[in-house]
């Protein structure tokens, strides 16, 4: 699932390699997939790219917004798999969710293994999507301080119990986030993924804070996790500390056993002495 780092990464490497395009053919889905979310037919959906360029991409979170100029934004929302850019002459996998072939023969393909949303809004409409709507602040803007975090764990309080993976992973919270990610964060800030937010004081929370922007800084800085691969098919260079390949292995800091739970929907990793659950 692409989280915020492959987002950014694969936004930038849009800008650079796919702005100008001009759009040849448009298909969708050549593989049904009850778990991809289009709004559009696929009569419709090529009618309407036929012929259009590619503007600059950005990311948001983790959605993908690529103008379809004039007048489109195609957008990739919480999706995981793979946008591929291809060169001219390459074969697009055999099963795809959206394809995109342009006029010089090069060619973009996605193609998602769990869930996705693959939308072509009017401009200005992608904006009003649900989960873009009302975004809250994401660890890369300006506004996501120590004091704004500290103002988000105040808010999950009053709301009831909540745990720290809570915070991080559900409800997107803070957009951009997910499990993967959420490890490595967690132990950065030797923190119990079940430790109640009620338990944290200042300290941690300032200590989370600084786990969360280093973690998804570094990732961002190595074009996203290793498990995960660009626009141009190469693996992320972010070493993920906390994951499946951890368990049972001496822990990095104090040589104890990384454990393996089941939390929330998802698997997490974690040293039982370094983050203790109360």
Request: net charge positive; glycine share 12%.
């Amino acid at each position: 699932m692409f989280e915020i780092p492959e987002c950014i990464t694969i936004a930038r490497q849009m800008a650079e390699h796919l702005a100008g395009k001009r759009v040849l053919k448009g298909t969708l889905g050549n593989s049904p997939h009850k778990f991809v979310w289009y709004n559009r037919k696929p009569r419709e959906f090529g009618a309407l790219v036929q012929g259009k360029r590619i503007g600059k991409a950005t990311s948001k979170g983790r959605w993908l917004m690529v103008p379809i100029d004039p007048g489109y934004v195609l957008l990739f929302g919480e999706c995981g798999g793979r946008i591929i850019l291809h060169a001219p002459g390459s074969r697009l996998p055999n099963k795809h969710h959206l394809a995109l072939q342009f006029t010089d023969g090069t060619a973009l393909s996605a193609t998602t293994q769990m869930w996705g949303a693959m939308e072509l809004h009017e401009k200005g409409r992608e904006l009003e999507r649900k989960y873009i709507l009302g975004m809250r602040t994401t660890p890369i803007d300006p506004g996501f301080t120590p004091a704004y975090l500290a103002g988000l764990v105040k808010e999950c309080i009053t709301e009831g119990p909540r745990s720290v993976k809570g915070l991080l992973t559900q409800d997107q919270r803070i957009p951009g986030l997910g499990n993967a990610i959420a490890q490595d964060i967690m132990f950065r800030a030797k923190l119990h993924p079940k430790r109640s937010l009620q338990d944290l004081g200042s300290q941690q929370v300032r200590e989370l804070h600084r786990a969360i922007v280093t973690t998804v800084g570094e990732a961002i800085r190595l074009g996203g996790r290793n498990d995960e691969v660009d626009l141009l098919g190469n693996r992320g260079r972010y070493l993920r500390i906390m994951d499946q390949g951890a368990a049972g292995h001496p822990c990095p800091d104090c040589g104890t056993t990384i454990e393996k739970i089941a939390f929330l929907g998802g698997a997490c990793y974690f040293c039982p002495r370094c983050q203790r659950a109360e």
